[in-house]
């Protein structure tokens, strides 16, 4: 059912003729409690609309019961329209896909080519349960990932927040008590002096110069072009660039097992599993691997022209399962292997960074407080003597 259908079947219910004025605070409300048809998801949300939808179903509700019962959940409140669109299609015999795609901005295509799997071959608790399952790890990567960055952000806003604390309101009280005194200030007492001054009258140019910066840079990341050339440089960056490497292909490995155990066939997995990789360079690469593949080419092949792309191990373990005919399992024991691979390095990169920001901001906080008592020193010697 399409969204146009749907509101003109509200409109026969509600017997106006005449097609309403926009309202600006009716268009709001409708998208505050759900009537928006161009609403996305937010992650959390669809995992628990899926987690829901699939736990109903694989109890023995049915469908489109159990898609009422998930749209009265006030936690997906904000997606009622949705959820209740798809039920009305249901029971117009609409199959579930079907309804979906009348939502793209809420159902990526991977999920919904799962769920039209899944139906085909009359299995589509299962379906369900794989594209639960992916999202699930996907989103425990991401929430792993951030829960070990977490302490070194909190490090690097703490002691930004403790610098600029100092320069705007403890070195000027210093200052003015110096120039009171007559007292002769270091070099590096002056260099504070200064910054704190500039800081102060010229605080707001310099925080439109951050805004800017920071402007610049998401639009750089929103250009396909400039967006290729950082993530192409990305893993080429020693030490961490491996990091980055393997969580690309971590992303492209785990859709590409779900998608397969599915029932997809290795080219029609590779375009979806290669869509779902967040860095471009690799994205790229991964869709080129999709040309050779339909022209032939052995997987295993196509991965070991790309290079050191792809970790050593990763195309070992590629060519054993073209040999056995066992490449679902081979894909399953890939993503095992570079969750690990990302979980080490991230535990080693975090406890490298860690000390060092720690003595950055050591060293920051004592040389400011070193900068303000030194000349204290030369007035407390200018009174003894």
């Known amino acids: 059912m399409s969204t146009a259908s749907s509101q003109g079947g509200a409109r026969a219910v509600t017997g106006n003729e005449h097609a309403e004025p926009p309202n600006l605070f009716k268009t709001l409300h409708e998208i505050k409690f759900g009537n928006d048809p161009q609403r996305r998801f937010k992650r959390k949300d669809l995992i628990l609309f899926l987690r ?12 489109t ?39 793209p901005s809420a159902f990526n295509t991977t999920l919904i080519s799962q769920v039209e799997v899944g139906e085909r071959s009359g299995a589509l608790d299962q379906a369900l349960v794989r594209v639960t399952e992916q999202l699930e790890r996907s989103s425990g990567h991401r929430k792993m990932i951030l829960k070990k960055l977490a302490y070194p952000a909190i490090l690097v806003v703490a002691g930004t927040g403790s610098v600029t604390f100092m320069l705007l309101y403890v070195i000027p009280t210093f200052q003015q008590m110096y120039e009171d005194a007559g007292a002769t200030l270091p070099a590096i007492t002056q260099l504070l002096i200064d910054s704190s001054v500039m800081i102060q009258n010229y605080g707001f140019h310099l925080l439109g110069l951050i805004i800017v910066l920071a402007v610049a840079v998401i639009a750089l990341f929103r250009n396909v072009q400039s967006r290729r050339w950082i993530d192409r440089n990305l893993i080429r960056i020693p030490v961490i ?56 080419e052995r997987f295993s092949q196509s991965l070991q022209r790309e290079g050191d792309l792809f970790p050593a191990v990763v ?23 570079l969750r690990r691979d990302v979980e080490d390095s991230t535990d080693a990169l975090v406890g490298a960074i860690e000390p060092i920001l720690t003595i950055v901001l050591a060293v920051a906080v004592g040389g400011i407080l070193l900068a303000v008592y030194l000349p204290m020193f030369d007035l407390i010697g200018k009174v003894n003597h």
């Open 52 to 63: 829901n939808l699939t736990t109903l179903v694989q109890n023995g509700v049915s469908l």
């Open 65 to 103: 019961h159990a898609l009422e019962t998930v749209a009265r959940d006030r936690s997906l409140k904000k997606y009622h329209h949705i959820l209740s669109s798809i039920s009305r299609a249901l029971k117009g015999g609409e199959s579930l896909s079907t309804a979906m795609k009348t939502f």
């Open 241 to 296: 660039g491996d990091w980055f490497r393997n969580l690309a292909i971590l992303q492209f490995a785990d859709v590409l097992g779900n998608l397969m155990e599915s029932g997809f066939t290795l080219a029609e997995a590779l375009p979806p599993a290669g869509r779902a990789i967040g860095n471009r360079y690799v994205r790229e690469k991964i869709l080129g691997l999709y040309t050779a593949i339909r022209r032939g």
């Open 315 to 337: 195309n070992q373990l590629v060519i054993v399962g073209e040999r056995t005919g066992r490449l679902v399992p081979v894909t399953h024991q890939i993503r095992k292997h």
